[in-house]
Nanobody, 123 residues
Framework: QVQLVESGGGSVQAGGSLTLSCAPSRFVPHMAWFRQAPGMEREGVAAIDNDGHTRYADSVKGRFTISKDNAKNTLSLHMIRLLPADTAMYYC????????????????????WGQGTQVTVSS
């Protein structure tokens, strides 16, 4: 089992920035961030594999950056130019190695999930 603890959520105005962090209880090679707004399905935001390859949702490309510090065993999501549409609960997720790039942003790919951290962007 792997426990994932997110931090860094909060409330910001549109155009602002936030950085989310996730601390897994042990090393996991493949990690990602998802988000879920009320009444909406859980959406893949960004993923990173053990080689540092990343994948982003089109809606966040150029604004969000996912990174992993293997020495500190932490995952981060740096978000800039935030929009009200980015408002959601953000979840950290982790998995053993993922074979197909096409699976990187699919919820069913991930075995472990954090409790979530709320991000609210006001206009």
């Amino acid at each position: 089992q792997v426990q994932l603890v997110e931090s860094g959520g909060g409330s910001v105005q549109a155009g602002g920035s936030l950085t989310l962090s996730c601390a897994p209880s042990r090393f996991v090679p493949h990690m990602a961030w998802f988000r879920q707004a009320p009444g909406m399905e859980r959406e893949g935001v960004a993923a990173i594999d053990n080689d540092g390859h990343t994948r982003y949702a089109d809606s966040v490309k150029g604004r969000f950056t996912i990174s992993k510090d293997n020495a500190k065993n932490t995952l981060s999501l740096h978000m800039i130019r935030l929009l009200p549409a980015d408002t959601a609960m953000y979840y950290c997720a982790a998995s053993p190695p993922v074979r197909f790039y096409s699976d990187y942003l699919l919820p069913r790919t991930y075995h472990y999930w954090g409790q979530g951290t709320q991000v609210t962007v006001s206009s």
